[in-house]
């Protein structure tokens, strides 16, 4: 199990966690910004009851800020300075 936390705090762990899971050899230089990030997401019990059928962005939830950014937006956000 992963302490995150603990990883979040240590450059030197950060590249060690990230290239342990990179299936090929990987250089860095330096971290830039690190936090620890956890996901809230909420799905339904069921996806479905009888003859209602709950699907798709019904089925589950997402933070706003929980990466549901399309790929325009976070071009659009990374380029500006």
Not at 50 to 58: E, K, L, Q, S, W
Not at 61 to 68: A, D, E, L, N, R
Request: proline share 2%; glycine share 6%.
């Amino acid at each position: 199990d992963l302490d995150l936390s603990k990883v979040a705090q240590s450059e030197e762990l950060i590249f060690e966690t990230i290239a342990s899971v990179i299936p090929t050899e990987i250089t860095f230089n330096k971290v830039v910004w690190a936090s620890e990030y956890r996901a809230n997401i909420r799905m339904v019990n069921k996806l479905s009851e009888g003859r209602v059928f709950v699907a798709g962005d019904a089925a589950h939830v997402h933070s706003p800020t929980g990466g549901q950014v399309g790929i325009s937006e976070k071009c659009k956000y990374s380029c500006v300075n």
